[in-house]
């Protein structure tokens, strides 16, 4: 058995890699690490894992957690993973980061991402940003056999990529006119109350927020500038609903000549050949989020309005799966050598 | 007093007229029509309504249905205002109707609508066709004073018109770059049951839904090109969230000169000055639905996404006040030459 | 118009009164008070009340809280109200306090209850404990004209003091045999966000909580004994569902003899003919928290099981309204000598 | 590899069946029966299962159903298993139901049963009734490695007999004081629309029901008679909450002597020793519904209020797992000879 460890483990990205590694047949968990809850066992913290994972959360640095292990997941805000990638990769440990820590491949870009969150613009692992790769392997923009730092995408940013990325792979839209229209459940922002996140302030409740620019923008339009070859910036609107899991993303652009719906549906089942986590579904399906709901899979429908020209094309994914833990077992997997969907191929439970 | 008679009385826009009528200083309920649960108290039929209106459901020929009104609700599908209008216009009684039968202005525009719910295209009132009225007072576009027959607004066309109306009045976008991204409760869907509307089926269930067009469209886009001299097609997509009341649409547009967001937020203000069910915010304030909650307000944000030069609105509304019974009372007051908010102007609960 | 002042205006207490007041037709709201959000206007924390409650939340001891008025709510957590409730009766002015700080007549029965809250045991304003009058109106154990002082009941509490009154007032029940279970929406835990309370902690999580002794049962215990003659203890289980508003008290005794279900509706309807806000329901009544929702009203029904000779009561209140804010509203009019229904006779609304 | 036919594979409690199946080393899905919906591959009925279980549903008798299977699951509702048990049965075929029909060792309890839900007291295979096993394999009543017929337990039942069991085994109670308040989510009504169950009617309702007599209590009696060597009548509340998985009851009873909490929890810990899927903890243990969501476990709190003798236990399952599908396929294994948590022993997913 290959050994990992997780740091960050007290929060829904770190429980969410947790329930995958239980399952998983060829990597179990070597250590927990975080920075609240420590000397707590995980299942004192989180009472379904009673008799699964009752190992202690250790603080860093604390005895047990200088174990050797083949992975480490920062389960971590931007900031940390930055700080203590290196000593992981000095011994040929591989490394996900959860952040946006690993997003991007200049300071430069981190920097535009950091600013937009009221953080420090200084990264403080520079030289290692030319190593780290974007998480997202449906988007086979990198050779993840080879690397050895991944940044793994925001959730919002994978639930527009994933939509997203065919229109611009066959450079099939007007520059300038995408726009992605977002909307997750709760469980996005955390696990640490908040105003906004109590049960009453929420229940009845939608809203959206931050229009002045979300920060999971940043990848979109780096990652989605690779496949086109062109970067351009796209409009985003960030919403939550009140829903516990799950991103439903609407996107919109120009197409820039006349490929019909049906033609548009071809080139994204084409463009996700071979790609198990992705499913595209006639627009007319009776899909939701509940249908990706404790899964790994996205699933797409596409659609045009002949009267404006306008694509549309929904996407839908478990924003703590595919958007969090579910993609970096993903990750996990084609790092360390193992098959792709090992210990992620189950459909969720429904309802 | 003034006297109302309710025909639907039984499903959600019928109770919600009943319960505003009840608080309503100048009018009072004369008699309840409906198909189904006739002969039950309506306080047995919604059980909150005890000792408030326990007033036996009738059914349409009852006797007791033919009394002396001044004002006709049609809380009732399409198909049925447009059969029974007349009779109440020839004695001098004012109507209002929920449905598409009269948001239209020729029988032309309604066979759009209708076929696009794939019903039969015939009107079966055409000749009234051309004396009715968009319910939409805030649009300025009728004299209600002078108005006998009233079309209430669809709920997802009421959001986007009050969220769009002033981008086409004040001839700000390019033609053809309009979408609405528009999500609602599902109290939208009505009283009655269905497999997408059960509890566990939509507990943590997003979606969007007839993609290849909602039949709001046909008014939004007649109304809009009232507005704006210019009918254009708009791309519309509908969707369900796991709430109850309220509808949040995002409008987007092309700019097609450099207005900047804060002049576009004057050009709200002042297009929506006097109509006091329109409330424009700063876009960084922090609401939702939640916030117009069983009100009949609509706030609106307007924000621009420089780098794209698209315009962004977000609009809230209570899908069954401003978007269904609270906007038909405003309209009634307006019909019956009383203060447009009698009745109506309240906050809602809160949480 | 008579002005009301309300000490600890942010909460939902604080909010529920607002409203209500807004609402009413002789007494205005004179200011606000409150310990956090001081500065901000009443509709910037609670942004539905734009253009209703603009007023500024002032600290206490700010320009513009030494003004008269007729009535004082303190809509605060134990220990304020006992602190400061002195000063107002001096002034003549009527309090109305919604913790446990006068919810008892001597110094004693506060400490059981402050201990069961792990605060201090001792009683600032022991002196007034004696005129201080539990403000439950329907009990029927007080001259709410004459009284001064108030506490108003904790919601649990009012919930199964309605529920179980008429138990006691008749002698129906075997001593020590009453036990009460009741499930109470997440709002009744207030506005501070809590990880239970979480949206995606609470969204499909029941649990029950404070197992060793709720302290609601205290003010419970005291009242049913004046009714009965006889204090006696009660089994008691708090807790908590994912609702927003609402409490069902499911309450059991055993017979003490052989009344039949029957004869316990007409002694319920005894005990509460004229108690407008109490409703006796048939036992096969569908009803539910959703049709006492945003009123304050208390419906009840009672069945019993003939096999065990156990009587079982459930009622139904809305936590915010005749569990909080209404019954405060209700107890304001009996003590300022106005109709007890005033600004509180309407039905909520649906759904 | 087994192999398993399950007769009603549309409702939750065959798609729960189908989801464990899928993951289960030992056996596998041979066929899939319905009465609706036959003809639909089972991944367009339910879309999460979309390259998981495509099979078609077939219609009883039609090609494909004839299959050599090892088990039958009847997802059905009452009246279907009685008339078709037999055949498997002459075939060696295992059989686990999970409606009333073989819950029960006499056509007379039987009756008493159908009789509360109004349906017909007669029983088509009355003869089969001696054989027929009660599938709650905590209790200890049976050896399931001789069986062949199974009734799977009621979800309220499971919840009710897994908290009150040691109680009665270990002869602690008063007779005639056993209480149990059960509070269910909506997915325990399973999967057809109905009016109390509409989003809009349900998100922030609660509600008691059928209190004249929940069919489920007549299982909960003759088990717990069993267990006590004394059949006595329980006290039995069913209610709905706003949720969709879970139940919690609570249940209370006399003690019959001295016995302290702690002692209480002993004896519980002892009942249930070697019983993976039942856990007990402390009372103050932060525990709820969703801490058994999508598990096969039951977890357990015991307390006692000294002041009134009386114990109270919280029990806690999820209502389709322990309380249905999970239940039913840790019988199968059971039935086949294979360890009791094959395929079940996995935590949930949180949040």
Request: charged share 20%; net charge negative.
């Amino acid at each position: 058995m290959k050994k990992a460890k997780i740091i960050g483990a007290g929060g829904y990205g770190g429980v969410g890699i947790v329930e995958l590694l239980l399952k998983h047949p060829e990597v179990e968990i070597a250590c927990l690490v975080a920075k609240d809850q420590t000397g707590m066992a995980m299942s004192d913290l989180y009472p379904h894992l009673k008799g699964f994972c009752d190992m202690t959360i250790l603080a860093s640095g604390d005895l047990g957690t200088d174990v050797d292990v083949d992975i480490v997941f920062f389960s971590t805000p931007d900031g940390v993973g930055m700080n203590e990638a290196q000593q992981y990769l000095d011994k040929g440990v591989k490394v996900i980061d959860y952040s946006g820590d690993f997003r991007f491949n200049s300071a430069l870009d981190y920097a535009d991402y950091a600013g937009r969150l009221g953080k420090p613009a200084e990264h403080h692992a520079e030289s290692l940003l030319s190593q780290s790769v974007y998480g997202l392997p449906e988007l086979g923009l990198s050779d993840f056999g080879q690397a050895d730092l991944v940044g793994n995408p925001g959730c919002f940013a994978a639930s527009v990529l994933l939509g997203a990325a065919p229109l611009l792979a066959n450079d099939l839209i007007v520059e300038g006119s995408l726009i992605a229209d977002c909307k997750t459940g709760v469980s996005g922002a955390g696990k640490k109350p908040a105003p906004g996140f109590h049960y009453p302030a929420r229940y009845d409740n939608m809203n959206a927020y931050r229009l002045s620019g979300h920060q999971h923008v940043c990848e979109v339009e780096k990652q989605l500038g690779k496949l086109s070859g062109n970067e351009q910036p796209i409009t985003f609107t960030s919403q939550v609903v009140p829903a516990t899991r799950g991103i439903m993303s609407c996107i919109y652009a120009k197409a820039n000549d006349n490929t019909s719906a049906e033609a548009l549906k071809d080139l994204y089942e084409s463009f996700y050949a071979g790609k198990h986590f992705v499913r595209v579904y006639d627009a007319s399906a009776d899909i939701g989020t509940a249908n990706v709901r404790g899964s790994n899979f996205c699933n797409i429908t596409v659609s045009k309005d002949e009267r404006t020209g306008t694509f549309r094309v929904v996407s839908y994914i478990d924003n703590l799966m595919k958007g969090q833990a579910g993609n970096a077992l993903q990750v996990m997997n084609l790092l360390l050598g193992l098959p792709e969907e090992m210990g992620l191929d189950a459909p969720g439970q429904y309802p």
